[in-house]
């Protein structure tokens, strides 16, 4: 069961609109919440005035910040442990603001109404006196002399400054260089959209909270909840999720929407829903990336790698949003360097205060800007010695295991090298010049990319799981992390149906709600299946532990003579023998059980690893452009990719493929873009963000190698992030083929056509 390609048993539900989401939830009666968003960018908030609006037929509350803070409500936390060189700066971030805005479509005040369009309507009824301010929307600029500050407690609108690596190797590596390549880079920010937008439901009753919500990590937001803002016990709070419509890492944090449903809730003693909508989901969730700065790669004089040095910037938005900070440090420090062996690494990042909208982990999380960074240091330096892309990575590729890089990740296993073994035969490179001359016959320009990517997969650390036997005669597994999307109750029913010896179809997944589920930390950083799938193995383990004990009591032999396969408890060198199915049905039975034993099979556990995967992959990727207007199209798009041992290859396939449309949307599309002077966010609808559509990718092949991991029982890897972290930098490469033959060598994405267009002009 294990290791097949089985399709989703999920699908069933979702492809026939059986689906639940939050929003087909709500109960009856439910009162419904609608923000009140700041249109400015940067203001003094100097009056608000909810009385008419506290009048209108229909609105039950109307809730300020002033009204927050009466009720004695914290901050949201950023709980985010990075060692800076100094403490974190983490100003104060209320749920509803309170003397100042910092970005347009922070919630001012929030209104609770029959109906949604009543809500909406009370909430333009109220006057809010603002003193506009200076804004500054740009991370490099905000640190600027004469920048307008956000913050009193930040100083030029730094957050914190971070440093990763051996400074003093990396610049002897430098200055002993033959040659050395310099990049200004830019990742650009992006929006992680999830199909379904933030939707919660929050109710109160008898002291104890409860929110429904479309959310990543219910256990993690509990705390927060009760802890920092609501200063409680975290038992007065229920967090559930149903089924959930993409999270991407975007619906992992505590928003302020929640906040002020849960107060509105306890005011009242009514159910009270709220959905953001898609411009409100563009303002007020959370952006992604917007990393930039300096790097240098150094190399010797047969092009091997020396030293790495990058000095960036990492735009934080007006707050510190729950995991902000660690993504362009913590994050990015582990992949710096990539599949390469690099001696000495050497990296610096300063956190910016900018006015917009808080930045924080999507899809990747650091590992798509650190890996960017070295493959386009490492393209540019092919180029600059005059190297094959494939040979300059090979020649430098680590090759001996255990690893441990220069930043101190240890590495275990690796088939880099064999990865672009296997892409340069399935790449076609031989075919490629007789494709490009097809394309200039027809005036357009053909590119061919080559970028490989090292994931650094494990988010969280620790993660719990349970097997409950329930009277259904079905087996409950009960699990911390959390599916949203990846095909969870398919994949760890395969892995338990393989240790336990039952059908799949035996199996439940019980998940994300802090009810039925001790502990938990969600989903982020592809750490479901390697970090709650060897809970989910340690809790099977004490399952068959106990089983085994009460199988040779039934069996009247010693447990050492009792062997377990195939589902089935039998004495060694006999036909005697019971299946699980009734060592379980015993177990319920005090009067079956041996001395000192409880009844039931029922197990859990707890993994408290702290070990981290290192999936990889080489990709390739050919693009044509067209000259007189900068459009581009992907062509061909191509993969061999190691995660370890798979659990179901066409679930892994589809994970990675996810992955590279989102990753490709980077590259070619994608850019949330504010205005310098307003700091108005100019892309806050689909009319002006550009998301790939079908017709924009060809086919994405993903060839897969197994090399096992022994950091974990599965030996698998995590692979939900992998295709986001390796697209941008693939296509990017090819597109630059594609242009320098008329003089362009460097470009940022989103290489949209307008930016090609333009880039054609200038070098012409």
Known sequence: ????????????????????????????????????????????????????????????????????????????????????????????????????VKHVGEPVAFVVADTPALARDAAEAIAVEYEALPAVVESRAALAPGAPQLWPEAPGNCAFRFERGDRAATEAGIAAAAHVIVLELINNRVHAIPMEPRTAVAQYADG???????????????????????????????????????????????????????????????????????????????????????????????????????????????????????????????????????PAIFLEVTGAFTNTLPVDAYRGAGKPEANYLTERLVEAAARHLGLDPIEIRRRNAIASFPYRSATGMLMDTGRFGGNLADLEVLADRAGFAARRAASEARGRLRGLGIACFLETSRGAPHEWAAVRFAADGMVDLAIGTQSNGQGHETSFPQIAAAQLGLPAERFRLVQADTDAVAFGNGHGGARSLHVGGTALVMAMDTVLAKARLLAAHLLQAAPEEVAFAAGRFTVVGTERGMALEAVAEAARDPAMLPEGMTPGLDAEAKN?????????????????????????????????????????????????????????GQALLEEVVYDPESGQLLSASFMDYALPRAEDLPDLEVALRELPTLSNPLGVKGVGQAGAIAAPQTVMHAVLDALRPRGVSHIDMPATPEKIWRALRAAA
Not at 14 to 22: K, P
Not at 608 to 630: K, M, N, Q, R, Y
């Open 208 to 342: 104890r909270f409860d929110l429904l919500l479309s959310g990543q990590g219910v256990h993690g937001i509990r705390r927060q909840l009760a802890k920092d803002v609501f200063h409680l016990p975290e038992a007065d709070f229920r967090l559930h999720c149903p089924d959930v419509g993409g999270g991407f890492g975007a619906k992992n944090f505590l928003f302020p929407e929640y906040v002020a449903l849960l107060s509105a809730a306890r005011r009242l003693g009514r159910a009270i829903a709220w959905t953001g909508e898609a411009t409100e989901e563009f303002q007020g969730s959370v952006h992604a990336r917007d990393y930039r700065g300096t790097a240098r790669l150094a190399l010797d004089a047969e092009g091997r790698f020396l030293a790495l040095h990058a000095q960036m910037v990492g735009d934080l938005g007006a707050y510190c949003s729950a995991n902000g900070p660690a993504c362009p440090t913590n994050s990015v420090s582990t992949a710096i360097g990539g599949v390469y062996a690099i």
């Open 1 to 100: 069961m294990s290791g097949e390609s089985l399709r989703r048993r999920e699908d069933a539900r979702f492809l026939t609109g059986q689906g639940r989401y939050t929003g087909d939830l709500i109960p009856a009666g439910a009162l419904h919440g609608m923000a009140l968003r700041s249109p400015h960018a940067h203001a003094r908030i100097l009056s608000i005035d909810a009385a008419v609006a506290r009048g209108m037929p229909g609105v039950h509350l109307v809730l300020t910040g002033a009204d927050l803070a009466a009720e004695g409500l914290g901050p949201l936390p950023c709980p985010a442990q990075v060692a800076t060189l100094a403490p974190i700066i983490i100003p104060a971030r209320h749920a509803l603001a309170r003397d100042a």
């Open 608 to 664: 408290l690893s702290e070990l981290v995967t290192f999936p990889s992959g080489a990709h390739v990727a050919e693009v044509e452009i067209d000259p007189e207007t900068g459009a581009v199209a992907l062509l061909r798009y191509q993969a061999v990719d190691d995660y370890g041992r798979l659990i179901n290859p066409l679930l892994t396939t589809g994970q990675v493929q996810g992955g590279l449309a989102q990753g490709i």
